[in-house]
């Protein structure tokens, strides 16, 4: 995994204007769920084989399914999350695996 370029978290650190380390952990508390939520939304295009709203590369009668929403909990605290659904419930998500609520310690990998 690459590291965001010091440029980039420099120019971000500067458009927030951080007054207190309480606002530096809210942010990053929500720049780790979309982290998450993208991850998600990758795994579900891998599995289907096509991206979202692109059904000309669509091999498969399979298809999205709308969201269920699951909380989770990790170091940073509780974050919600929509998981994505595909109609023939085979979806099985491997960055956040059904049933486990808890990811302290995923920030680590």
């Known amino acids: 995994m690459s590291n965001i370029s010091k440029e980039i978290l420099r120019d971000y650190i500067n458009e927030q204007k951080f007054t207190s380390p309480d606002e530096v952990l809210i942010a ?15 795994e579900m295009d891998s599995q289907l084989g096509y991206d979202k709203y692109d ?48 990811i302290n310690g995923i920030e680590d990998k």
């Open 55 to 102: 059904i000309s590369e669509k091999q498969t009668p399979n298809s999205r399914n709308g969201y269920s929403k699951k909380t989770v909990k990790s170091e940073l605290g509780a974050i919600d999350l929509n998981i994505p659904r595909d109609r023939n419930g085979e979806f099985e998500p491997k960055i956040l695996p059904k049933y486990q609520r808890n």
């Open 28 to 42: 990053m508390k929500s720049m780790f769920r979309d982290v998450l939520q993208e991850t998600l939304e990758a």
